[in-house]
């Protein structure tokens, strides 16, 4: 155990190490272009391409190792070896497994032909801790074993297999979104607006028993408040807001009296039934900005759907307007949408309208306090 503590420094010691990302230029059908490249590179593609959506664990085989493929919404989101059984995946998060899984089949294809496995690995900051990536395939379906996720921080993962008393391999990886899903900076930002399209459901969020049994009335007779955690700052934050109506129903507060707790509500749920659109100049790297229009709800959906928690605070706010800062917290991934929001006051009544918005997408989780810490803290004027 002293062995596999040394070698976790070492690795934790790499999370310092910038890493280059590589340039990919196709699309398609594929989530990413990684993936596209890895069916060309195996020379799987024409089979890849008539698959139906769904989970094909050992659906053929690359270097007479079982693949497993996954096809959603008419897209292969996932290629590689066949580690984890259906139930696993769901269990410790189907991106972290998926990435193990196309991983290994990274390194055997190669898709990084200037690198050898090893500096790959170091590169990207894996490292096998206990054991090999050899022995991970021959793991799959043995219920003798008992796997293990463990968190470093905020920072990495430490994912562990145990037969008995025995490690048998264990892997670390750290928390960055590019890696993990394989992708890079421009990419992303290329294919958010892509994204953004395949939200699969539109319906208005409903108060769930768990916020309605714990609300905290306030002084007010018909002022209750759902605690939500902060993040970072401690005004910014995943509380919600709650009145009740002529007949006592539970509603969220939406209303020019109470701004602030209206804003929250609107931005961090789909409970405000409106019809407002929000105009995102999504800023870019290189100075460059793209402009994204699509409803409210839309944006709130599609970042739920991807894990992210949405937090809300507000900047300034006066009988024009109100200034907040949005961000869409993925923890899981390492990463945030920050968006700085414009509402004007006399889109309340009519609960439609356009709302103006500055999107920074993708953003390091560890690289958010320092955006923060450069900002001025909210005022109400």
Known sequence: MAHINRLLTVWLAWLLIGVMPATAVVKGRYRTDLLERIATKTALRQQLDTLSNGEYAEWTSYKSKPLTVIVSDGRVT?????????????GFGIELCNFLERYLLELDIPTNERMTAEERMKTDR?????????????LCNDTTVYINLQTVGDKGYVMSWRRDSTWLCQVAF???????IGTNMDERERRLPEELQRVD??????ISPAIANSLAKAWQDNYYTFKGESYLLDNLSASKFFEKDSTGTLQPIFNKLYPIESLANLFTTNLVENDYTIDIRLVKYGFKTDTISLPLRQWTHYCRQMGCKPFFGIISIDDEKAVGELVMHNSLLGYNHIMKLTFPAALFESRQGRISARLNSY??????KNLFDDNPQPKKK
Request: a neutral charge; glycine letters at 6%; aromatic letters at 12%.
């Open 174 to 180: 750290p928390v960055e979104y590019d890696l993990l």
């Open 201 to 206: 459901s539109m319906a208005w969020d409903t």
């Open 78 to 90: 996932h290629i590689g070896y066949t580690v984890f059984t259906p139930i696993q995946r769901q």
């Open 363 to 368: 953003v390091n989780s560890s690289r958010v």
């Open 126 to 138: 894996v490292g096998m801790l206990k054991g090999d990536f050899s022995q991970l395939r021959s």
